[in-house]
């Protein structure tokens, strides 16, 4: 693992915690990839910060496609639909709004 902080380039860099929930593996997965030298980690302090672009390509390397992942991750991290009481409620507000 390289000891230099992240560049301040515009390239996403997000913790372990965050690569996890966005849905790109398990926290054991993400360290144990990192320690095969099969995903590049950067400190900064005593932090882990992964590229997400390294993440996006370990995933093509895996056979998954990034656009699939990201979708994925838009719809495992979509708050729930509304129920049909929000939904008349809505359109109540709504309605009376017009």
Do not use: C, N
């Not at 966005?22 to 926290?27: D, E, V």
């Not at 302090?45 to 994925?72: C, F, N």
């Not at 009481?85 to 709504?94: K, N, S, W, Y």
Request: hydrophobic share 35%; net charge positive.
């Amino acid at each position: 693992m390289p000891g230099h902080a992240p560049s301040t380039t515009s390239e996403k860099f997000l913790s372990l915690h965050e690569a996890v929930d966005l849905g790109y593996a398990g926290y054991s997965t993400l360290r144990k990839y990192i320690a095969e030298g099969r995903l590049p980690a950067h400190r900064l302090g005593t932090r882990i910060r992964l590229r997400q672009s390294d993440l996006d390509a370990l995933l093509t390397k895996a056979g998954v496609d990034p656009v699939d992942a990201a979708i994925e991750r838009l719809v495992t991290t979509a708050p729930p639909p509304l129920t049909p009481e929000q939904t008349r409620r809505l359109r109540d507000l709504l309605g009376e709004a017009s």
